[in-house]
C-alpha cells in the first residue's frame, strides 16, 4: 500500500483496515454499519478499555506496527482473562497523523486481527480521526460463560498466591532497548509483543479461585490491587519466583537485580491468581506465596519486608516508553 493516512482519507483507511480483518461466531454483526453486534450468551458483558500512547508506551524505532497492534490486543484481552472470562471481541479507537505512511495503521490491523485469533476473539469495529500523536485505544468485551467473575477482593487468609505466565521479560527487554541493543531477542520481543496465558484465566476460575489479576503495572503493584480489595496482608516468597539464567546475565551486564524486574516489571500480562490452600493446580501455575491474614493495612511484602519499589505509575516519574 502507497501513500500516506492522508492520502488515503478516513473512509479509504477504514476501507482497508476492515478488509484485513476476521470473525468469529459471536461477531453477529461485523464493521459496516452504526455499530456491531457481538452475541452474550449468559447476557452480561465484561469490558475493559486501555491506551497506547506513541512515546508513551511504544516507540517506534522499537517496535513494529504490527508489534504495537498485538501488544495492544494483548494488553486489553488479559484484563478480560483476569475476570475469569473468555475474550469475544475488540473495538479500536485510532488516531494518527496525515502524514503517517497508510501502511503503519494497516499493519497495526494485521497485528490486532493476529493476536485476537490467538484467544478466539475478533475486531468488530471503531473509529479514526486525525490527531498530532499516534494514539491506540482498546476497548475488550468478554463472556463469562456462565461462570462468576473472578474478582480482586475475594482473597482469604490462607490461601495460596499462584502465577502463571512469563514475570520481569518485558522490563528486561525494555533494559535491553534502552541500551541500544536488540539481543537476546527472547526478552525483546517479549516487550514487543506479550503473550498473556488468555485460556488460564478460565481455567483458574473453573479452579476456585478466589481472585485474580493480570500483572500489567509489576507483580507487587498488581498483587497490592488485589490485598488493598480484599482487606489482606500477601507475603510473596523471593526464593519461589522464577529467574532464567539470561536474565541474570542480562541484569549482571546492566547493573540492575533482575529480581527487581520480576518482581517490579510490568507489561508481562501474565496472570496472578490467589486459590484456596487445597486446591491442585496445574504444572503451569506456580506457586509464590500466601494470603497472611487480614490487616487494617493491607501490604504486599516480600519475604516478611516491604519491597521498595512496588511498579508502574502511569502519572509517575518514570514514564519511558514502553
Same mark, same amino acid.
Given at each position: 500500500?502507497?501513500?500516506?493516512?492522508?492520502?488515503?482519507?478516513?473512509?479509504?483507511?477504514?476501507?482497508?483496515?476492515?478488509?484485513?480483518?476476521?470473525?468469529?461466531?459471536?461477531?453477529?454483526?461485523?464493521?459496516?454499519?452504526?455499530?456491531?453486534?457481538?452475541?452474550?450468551?449468559?447476557?452480561?458483558?465484561?469490558?475493559?478499555?486501555?491506551?497506547?500512547?506513541?512515546?508513551?508506551?511504544?516507540?517506534?524505532?522499537?517496535?513494529?506496527?504490527?508489534?504495537?497492534?498485538?501488544?495492544?490486543?494483548?494488553?486489553?484481552?488479559?484484563?478480560?482473562?483476569?475476570?475469569?472470562?473468555?475474550?469475544?471481541?475488540?473495538?479500536?479507537?485510532?488516531?494518527?497523523?496525515?502524514?503517517?505512511?497508510?501502511?503503519?495503521?494497516?499493519?497495526?490491523?494485521?497485528?490486532? =486481527?493476529?493476536?485476537?485469533?490467538?484467544?478466539?476473539?475478533?475486531?468488530?469495529?471503531?473509529?479514526?480521526?486525525?490527531?498530532?500523536?499516534?494514539?491506540?485505544?482498546?476497548?475488550?468485551?468478554?463472556?463469562?460463560?456462565?461462570?462468576?467473575?473472578?474478582?480482586?477482593?475475594?482473597?482469604?487468609?490462607?490461601?495460596?498466591?499462584?502465577?502463571?505466565?512469563?514475570?520481569?521479560?518485558?522490563?528486561?527487554?525494555?533494559?535491553?532497548?534502552?541500551?541500544?541493543?536488540?539481543?537476546? =531477542?527472547?526478552?525483546?520481543?517479549?516487550?514487543?509483543?506479550?503473550?498473556?496465558?488468555?485460556?488460564?484465566?478460565?481455567?483458574?476460575?473453573?479452579?476456585?479461585?478466589?481472585?485474580?489479576?493480570?500483572?500489567?503495572?509489576?507483580?507487587?503493584?498488581?498483587?497490592?490491587?488485589?490485598?488493598?480489595?480484599?482487606?489482606?496482608?500477601?507475603?510473596?516468597?523471593?526464593?519461589?519466583?522464577?529467574?532464567?539464567?539470561?536474565?541474570?546475565?542480562?541484569?549482571?551486564?546492566?547493573?540492575?537485580?533482575?529480581?527487581?524486574?520480576?518482581?517490579?516489571?510490568?507489561?508481562?500480562?501474565?496472570?496472578?491468581?490467589?486459590?484456596?490452600?487445597?486446591?491442585?493446580?496445574?504444572?503451569?501455575? =506456580?506457586?509464590?506465596?500466601?494470603?497472611?491474614?487480614?490487616?487494617?493495612?493491607?501490604?504486599?511484602?516480600?519475604?516478611?519486608?516491604?519491597?521498595?519499589?512496588?511498579?508502574?505509575?502511569?502519572?509517575?516519574?518514570?514514564?519511558?516508553?514502553?
Amino acid at each position: 500500500m502507497k501513500g500516506t493516512v492522508g492520502e488515503l482519507g478516513e473512509f479509504g483507511l477504514i476501507r482497508e483496515l476492515t478488509s484485513r480483518l476476521t470473525t468469529t461466531p459471536a461477531v453477529r454483526l461485523g464493521p459496516g454499519d452504526d455499530a456491531a453486534v457481538v452475541a452474550a450468551p449468559d447476557r452480561r458483558v465484561v469490558a475493559s478499555t486501555d491506551i497506547l500512547l506513541e512515546g508513551r508506551h511504544f516507540r517506534r524505532d522499537w517496535s513494529t506496527a504490527y508489534d504495537v497492534g498485538r501488544k495492544a490486543a494483548a494488553q486489553n484481552m488479559a484484563d478480560i482473562a483476569a475476570m475469569g472470562a473468555v475474550p469475544t471481541a475488540l473495538l479500536l479507537g485510532l488516531v494518527v497523523p496525515a502524514e503517517l505512511p497508510a501502511t503503519w495503521p494497516a499493519e497495526l490491523m494485521d497485528g490486532l =486481527r493476529d493476536e485476537c485469533q490467538v484467544a478466539g476473539a475478533a475486531v468488530v469495529g471503531g473509529d479514526v480521526v486525525r490527531g498530532e500523536t499516534i494514539t491506540v485505544s482498546i476497548t475488550a468485551l468478554g463472556d463469562l460463560r456462565n461462570a462468576e467473575p473472578v474478582l480482586r477482593s475475594g482473597a482469604r487468609p490462607g490461601d495460596v498466591v499462584a502465577v502463571t505466565g512469563w514475570l520481569g521479560w518485558s522490563a528486561a527487554g525494555h533494559a535491553v532497548l534502552s541500551r541500544g541493543f536488540r539481543s537476546p =531477542r527472547a526478552f525483546v520481543e517479549a516487550h514487543r509483543r506479550p503473550e498473556p496465558p488468555y485460556h488460564a484465566g478460565p481455567a483458574a476460575a473453573a479452579l476456585g479461585a478466589t481472585a485474580m489479576t493480570d500483572v500489567s503495572d509489576g507483580l507487587i503493584a498488581d498483587l497490592g490491587h488485589i490485598a488493598e480489595a480484599s482487606g489482606v496482608r500477601i507475603d510473596v516468597r523471593s526464593g519461589a519466583v522464577d529467574i532464567p539464567s539470561q536474565m541474570s546475565d542480562i541484569g549482571q551486564a546492566v547493573g540492575v537485580d533482575p529480581l527487581h524486574w520480576v518482581l517490579s516489571g510490568g507489561e508481562d500480562h501474565a496472570l496472578a491468581a490467589v486459590f484456596p490452600p487445597e486446591t491442585k493446580l496445574p504444572a503451569r501455575w =506456580r506457586v509464590i506465596g500466601e494470603v497472611l491474614g487480614r490487616s487494617a493495612l493491607p501490604q504486599v511484602t516480600v519475604d516478611g519486608a516491604p519491597w521498595e519499589k512496588a511498579g508502574w505509575d502511569h502519572f509517575g516519574e518514570d514514564g519511558d516508553a514502553g
